[in-house]
Nanobody, 124 residues
């Protein structure tokens, strides 16, 4: 059973930065595509970014385009989300997810495993 544990969330002022981490265990991390999604209270889950199994392809057409960067370290079984120029609209619970097919995608239904999430709060 794959387990994903996010960390790195917290309270930050507008314009600040955070780096989220997602540590995987119990599976073959290096073969999974990984994604980040977020969900704010009263809103639907929203795609943020994704990365293929090798890291060769990244998809940043989500809500953090131009400000967020996804990366991975297969030796550490960890995927990261660097978030810069944060705004209050970025406040949400951020979840990482694993895609066993390896591609990484913006479609949340393609993901097989999900973490519990980490709260990001951006104050104005």
């Amino acid at each position: 059973q794959v387990q994903l544990v996010e960390s790195g969330g917290g309270l930050v002022q507008a314009g600040g930065s955070l780096r989220l981490s997602c540590a995987a265990s119990g599976g073959t991390f290096r073969s999974y595509g990984m994604g980040w999604f977020r969900q704010a209270p009263g809103k639907e889950r929203e795609f943020v970014a994704a990365i293929s199994w090798s890291g060769a392809r990244t998809y940043d057409t989500g809500s953090g385009k131009g400000r967020f960067t996804i990366s991975r370290d297969n030796a550490k079984n960890t995927v990261y989300l660097q978030m810069n120029s944060l705004t209050p609209e970025d406040t949400a619970v951020y979840h990482c997810a694993a895609d066993q097919r390896g591609a990484g995608t913006s479609a949340h239904k393609r993901y097989d495993y999900w973490g519990q999430g980490t709260q990001v709060t951006v104050s104005s």
